[in-house]
């Protein structure tokens, strides 16, 4: 039972647009919301956070947006880099259970000059 | 922020044998998290090493197949045992940040092909 889905699994975005990733959960005890980077052959990096108590959080070029009603989630990137090419991972936590964080599958994004 | 060193970053291994992954990190933490990334799946936790003490597994995880060290608070191993195929996986060590904020630092990762 996946908690957490990504349901694309990738995306291309030209250079200088707008990209959305999304992901939607199925625990409503989520209390707080993580997207990680990964590049090949590296380890995921934490990008950006969000919790329960906000609908929005913004860091630069991105912004994650937070619809607790309908139990999704977004990533904003504008503008998009050819270096923001890499698979973005949702993830999910706390709430009174693990403060471990449940993952999603992924979405690979592309960025096209 | 952590710094993790993983090790060995990729290997080709034989069905039956088994591997051992290093993962050394540049602070002292009280809690190592090992994930599995299989192909085109989500990050899945294994277990969580505690120094000290047994490493508590996830369902679906046991110790026998995943057995894993956690001598000190700057060291842990993974081991992948009697491997086969469906061991082929990208395996991650990975600590908390002590900022309180739930994020997690990554190593570099294993990639593991089983022939």
């Known amino acids: 039972d996946q908690q957490v889905k990504q349901n694309s699994p990738s995306l291309s975005v030209q250079e200088g647009r707008i990209s959305i990733l999304n992901c939607d959960y199925t625990n409503s005890m989520f209390d707080y919301f993580l997207w990680y980077k990964k590049y090949p052959a590296e380890g995921p990096t934490f990008l950006i956070s969000i919790s329960s108590i906000k609908d929005k959080n913004e860091d630069g070029r991105f912004t994650v947006f937070l619809n607790k009603s309908a139990k999704h989630l977004s990533l904003h990137i504008v503008p998009s880099q050819p270096g923001d090419s890499a698979v973005y991972f949702c993830?999910?936590?706390?709430?009174?259970?693990?403060?471990?964080?449940?993952f999603g599958r992924g979405t690979s994004l592309i960025v096209h000059p | 922020s952590a710094v993790i060193s993983q090790k060995p970053s990729r290997d080709i291994c034989q069905r039956g044998t088994s591997l051992t992954i290093q993962c050394q990190v540049d602070s002292q933490v009280t809690m190592m998290f090992w994930y599995r990334q299989q192909p085109g799946q989500s990050l899945t936790l294994i277990a969580t090493?505690?120094?000290?003490?047994?490493?508590?597994?996830e369902s679906g995880f046991v110790i026998d197949k995943f057995p894993i060290s956690r001598p000190n608070l700057t060291f842990s191993t993974l081991t992948v045992s009697n491997m086969s195929p469906e061991d082929s996986s990208i395996y991650l060590c990975?600590?908390?940040?002590?900022?309180?904020?739930?994020?997690?630092?990554f190593g570099s990762g294993t990639q593991l092909s089983v022939l």
């Open positions: 993830a999910a936590g706390g709430g009174g259970g693990s403060y471990i964080p449940t």
């Open positions: 990975s600590v908390e940040d002590w900022g309180g904020n739930e994020k997690l630092f």
């Open positions: 090493a505690n120094q000290g003490s047994e490493a508590t597994y």
